[in-house]
């Protein structure tokens, strides 16, 4: 019994962890726009998306459900193999936050979840393929593809009702916007992110025997929202650059649409008790709105970059679980 209180302890701590390294390594992802457009300062805006985090956090915990009883069966996967899975996201996603690429920490999470349960066993069927599939899986390939439409479409309507409008005078209204957009958009993502590690937190629960059933206890509400709010804080200033500036220029109009975008599309994936990546579908919203003034001011090397990223970050994150669940069985063989 010692023991596992000790190995739920360790959960605890590694999933905040990677809710707080989540919060700074996102940040980017909500406030790139609003600080490239001038809309805010890079203190108001990350101070801003800290507190809305935070709020988003307590709308819903159907995500959590997803995460933490559909992919995999909470009641058969150990205490240390969650262990390992834990270590193995927070270590992709500081890798990709130390080199500047805003890669997903959903995929990360996801990818060494489903890796870490493989390994234990060797056993395919240990991983709930459909529920991966349909809540997970589809929705990683959609909702980038969903935030590109969708930000086309928005800038192409947006742009043909201010035809005549003065660009001065349209840039002072949508910096104010932004404000409306900036706020929705990190309501959304701590509704959606912070989910993931309620999800984790409370499958130890069930697995170390501590609840009965699935269901996310307030406390674990409250510590993965302001984990999250305090990492969100800092900020990810590297990954800012990259999302506000080297995919696309953006101007307010363009800014409040992404985030808007970003937002409507986050906030249908959490209805749908999706865990999906803000990251990617604020990129590809950003992409999008570039790809509507001309191809060529889309910087597709870039884009081609991150989406590389989003590709490998799913299986890099599985084998990293999976090499961290083999070193753990080889030294409880050996000792």
């Known amino acids: 019994m010692h023991s596992t209180v000790v190995l739920m302890i360790t959960i605890v701590i590694l999933a905040l962890i990677f809710d707080f390294t989540n919060g700074f390594h996102d940040t980017a992802t909500v406030v790139s726009t ?19 985090n935070f709020i988003g956090a307590f709308t819903s915990t159907a995500v959590a459900k997803t995460v933490g009883d559909g992919v995999v069966d909470s009641t058969k996967i150990p205490l240390w193999v969650i262990v390992c899975v834990l270590l193995a996201a927070i270590v992709w996603d500081l890798l990709t936050w130390y080199f500047a690429i805003p890669s997903s920490s959903t995929c990360a999470l996801i990818g060494a979840l489903v890796g870490g349960v493989i390994a234990l066993t060797w056993n395919i069927h240990s991983v709930g393929w459909g529920v991966l599939f349909s809540k997970f899986v589809i929705w990683i390939f959609l909702s980038p ?9 928005f800038i192409v309507i947006l742009k ?9 005078k349209v840039n002072k209204v949508f910096q104010k916007l932004q404000i409306v957009s900036g706020i929705l958009i990190a309501l959304d993502h701590g509704a959606n992110d912070s989910q993931k590690s309620m999800g984790i937190i409370t499958m130890s629960l069930v697995s170390g025997g501590f609840l009965s059933a699935f269901n996310v206890p307030i406390w674990v509400i409250v510590c993965c929202a302001t984990a999250m709010a305090l990492g969100t804080s800092i900020g990810g ?71 590389w990223a989003w590709i490998i970050t799913i299986p890099a994150a ?16 050996i000792f």
């Open 145 to 153: 593809l969903i935030g590109f439409v969708v930000g086309y479409i």
């Open 34 to 52: 609003s600080i490239t457009t001038r809309a805010l300062s890079p203190k108001v805006a990350i101070g801003m998306c800290a507190v809305f």
């Open 237 to 307: 200033k590297k990954i800012i650059k990259t999302m506000g500036n080297k995919v696309t220029k953006i101007d307010p109009a363009g800014g409040f649409v992404a985030q808007m975008s970003s937002s409507i599309v986050l906030f249908v994936a959490t209805a749908l008790h999706a865990p999906v990546s803000t990251t990617q579908v604020m990129t590809s919203s950003i992409m999008g709105i570039g790809a509507e003034k001309s191809l060529k001011r889309v910087n597709w090397g870039m884009a081609r970059s991150i989406m």
């Open 160 to 168: 043909k009702c201010l035809f005549n409008a003065k660009p001065r």
């Open 318 to 333: 599985a084998i990293l679980a999976m090499v961290f669940v083999e070193v753990v069985k080889i030294c409880m063989h």
